[in-house]
């Protein structure tokens, strides 16, 4: 069973502190990652993509990726309020399959 | 780029009676496109992959003969629910990708707005 593992949260931060999101996956061929931000009832929209070991960065978001570990991180620099949703870690296990996780829900407080 | 477009976006039938969803890339060709259902405070999970011309793929627990696939051009893919049971009601979501020829299989996913179905 390929999984993807993320904390259901909420994690609740400060407007303009750093949220920082974690994700675990078990099938270790996994070679593509993406970030997903899905307010309530709506579907998932993109926020980053990452295929190598390391950090990328796109304006206020970085993600960070280690295959060694299985281990994949978003860090949202200067949360705002309108960064409230849940966070969905997805995994790549061949030919666009999706795998994703249960989603972190974050809480940014005014 | 890369607009899904996902119709209706909210569906509530009787139980019994059958429901298409129809996705629709805009602006690109989406020779594979994909259906996930996502229940309450759950993750999305993927039903089926969907195939331009050919059959769908179906994931294990997954009734195709209840879940009707059609992808019968490279931008129309529809899902009939058949005889749907309120146990059915959940949020359909559709998804495409660009094809790269290079980045393929790693192209990210482009979700369509959703339908959420209500089987009453």
């Known amino acids: 069973q390929k999984e993807v593992e993320q904390n259901s949260g909420p994690l609740s931060v400060p407007e303009g502190a750093i949220a920082s999101l974690n994700c675990t996956y078990s099938?270790?061929?996994?070679?593509?990652f993406f970030w997903y931000r899905q307010y309530s009832g709506k579907s998932p929209e993109l926020i980053m993509s990452?295929?190598?070991?390391g950090d990328k960065e796109d304006g206020r978001f970085t993600a960070q990726l280690n295959k060694a570990s299985q281990y994949v991180s978003l860090l949202i620099r200067d949360s705002q309020p309108s960064d409230s949703a849940t966070y969905l870690c997805?995994?790549?296990?061949?030919?666009?399959?999706?795998?994703f996780g249960t989603g972190t829900r974050l809480l940014v407080s005014p | 780029g890369a607009v899904v477009s996902q119709h209706p976006s909210r569906v509530i039938c009787k139980s019994g009676t059958s429901v298409k969803i129809e996705c629709r890339s805009l602006?690109?060709?989406?020779?594979?496109m994909f259906w996930y259902r996502q229940f309450p405070k759950q993750s999305l999970m993927l039903m089926a992959t969907?195939?331009?011309?050919?059959?769908?793929?179906?994931e294990q627990g997954v009734e195709k003969d209840k879940f009707l696939i059609n992808h019968a051009s490279l931008t129309l893919s529809t899902l009939t629910v058949t005889s749907a049971h309120p146990e059915d009601s959940s949020f359909y979501i559709c998804?495409?990708?660009?094809?790269?020829?290079?980045?393929?299989?790693?192209?990210?996913?482009?979700f369509g707005n959703g339908t959420r179905l209500t089987v009453t």
């Open positions: 099938d270790r061929g996994s070679q593509s």
């Open positions: 998804s495409a990708s660009t094809t790269s020829d290079r980045a393929f299989n790693n192209s990210p996913l482009h």
């Open positions: 969907s195939n331009e011309g050919s059959k769908a793929t179906y």
């Open positions: 997805a995994v790549n296990t061949g030919f666009q399959k999706l795998v």
């Open positions: 990452i295929y190598s070991n």
């Open positions: 602006d690109f060709q989406a020779t594979t």
